[in-house]
């Protein structure tokens, strides 16, 4: 993917820009928000990761500017303003995702990667199959070789979400946002209880665990 990085802590940017790098993206990089803008409107980049505050423009003056002018590549808010209201506000006026400084460079990558995909989402995508594990999206049937599997509304989601980022390991922080649409932690263990029931269905009677945890970091749904 093409990103474009508009941030102008000199450090931080080191970092991102070698990490992305290193995971195969074409990464380019500026220090100005009126630069960053004019970068951004020219519709080459995939993603764009963009900081508050910066010379020049706001980073809410350049993604507001993209969507009234139709622009729609999806934005990664890269913010060390991380109440619960500046990333309301944040994902409000434009953006796709919103990560508080400092963060982990993994999990950042990963967002930028999921957001990338995304934008093109193959329109006819009906069925997700991860080993022998398959979802049929329009009925709302699980089957794991051959076998029924019944899950909730909620435990449906969850699998989902870890079955389309089948590989990717997924932070708590994601599933939050992505399964429950919380933007804060909750502080329970509703993850946990929730990933517990999921493998008691798709994993106990079966000879190989699909759901791994990826300790410190979260988990990854894989063969």
């Known amino acids: 993917m093409k990103i474009l990085v508009i941030e102008d802590d000199p450090k931080a940017t080191a970092l991102v820009v070698k990490g992305l790098r290193e995971h195969g993206h074409d990464a380019d990089h500026v220090d100005d928000g009126a630069a960053g803008l004019k970068r951004a409107q020219s519709g080459q980049y995939d993603v764009l990761i963009v900081d508050r505050r910066l010379p020049s423009h706001d980073g809410m003056v350049i993604v507001r500017a993209l969507r009234a002018t139709g622009n729609d590549t999806p934005v990664l808010i890269l913010s060390a303003l991380g109440s619960l209201e500046d990333r309301l506000?944040?994902?409000?006026?434009?953006?796709?995702?919103?990560?508080?400084?400092?963060?982990?460079?993994?999990?950042?990558?990963?967002?930028?990667?999921?957001?990338?995909r995304r934008r093109s989402?193959?329109?006819?995508?009906?069925?997700?199959?991860?080993?022998?594990?398959?979802?049929?999206?329009l009925a709302r049937k699980v089957r794991r070789a051959g076998r029924s599997i019944e899950l909730h509304p909620r435990e449906f989601k969850l699998l989902e979400y870890l079955a389309r980022n089948a590989g990717n390991v997924v932070t708590r922080t994601m599933l939050l946002e992505n399964v429950w649409e919380f933007h804060f932690d909750p502080q329970t263990n509703v993850i946990e209880v929730h990933i517990a029931r999921l493998r008691q269905k798709i994993d106990k009677d079966?000879?190989?665990p699909l759901i791994h945890t990826v300790r410190g970091s979260g988990y990854c749904l894989r063969a």
């Open 89 to 116: 506000y944040g994902l409000r006026n434009g953006g796709d995702d919103y990560l508080t400084k400092p963060c982990s460079l993994g999990e950042l990558i990963a967002r930028v990667e999921i957001l990338g």
């Open 121 to 137: 989402p193959p329109a006819e995508e009906t069925r997700l199959k991860v080993g022998d594990l398959e979802m049929d999206l």
């Open 206 to 208: 079966f000879p190989a």
